[in-house]
C-alpha cells in the first residue's frame, strides 16, 4: 500500500483504442486519475508515456524529461518519455507523472 504523503499515486497504464482517439477518453481517463488521486490524499502521480500519448499530456500542461527504451522480447522495444510533469501553476499542487511503472 502507498503512504499519500511520502509516495506518489502510480497510474500503471492506460490506452485508447485508435478508434476512440482524439475524442476526448484519454483526456478524461486522465482527469480521473487525478481526481481519484487527490481525493486519496496523494499530491503527485508517476507514469511513463508511450510516445503516442506525450502530445496528449503536454496539451494539458504536462512537460517530460529524457526517452527510455524498455525491451519487451528480443526486437521488441517500446519507448517512453521518464517523466512527464504538470507545469507548476500557482492554484494548484504539481503533479508528477512517469508514463508507466516499469519493474
Not at 4 to 25: C, L, T, Y
Not at 58 to 69: E, F, Q, T
Request: hydrophobic content about 45%.
Amino acid at each position: 500500500m502507498l503512504d499519500p504523503r511520502q509516495e506518489a499515486a502510480k497510474i500503471r497504464a492506460f490506452f485508447v483504442h485508435p478508434n476512440w482517439a482524439r475524442q476526448g477518453v484519454g483526456r478524461a481517463l486522465l482527469h480521473i486519475c487525478e481526481a481519484e488521486a487527490k481525493a486519496n490524499g496523494f499530491h503527485t502521480l508517476e507514469l511513463m508515456a508511450t510516445l503516442p500519448g506525450v502530445k496528449l499530456y503536454r496539451a494539458l500542461g504536462y512537460i517530460g524529461s529524457d526517452r527510455v527504451v524498455y525491451k519487451i522480447s528480443d526486437g521488441i522495444d517500446i519507448e517512453f518519455i521518464r517523466k512527464m510533469g504538470l507545469k507548476p501553476r500557482p492554484s494548484r499542487a504539481t503533479l508528477l507523472l512517469y508514463a508507466f511503472s516499469l519493474p
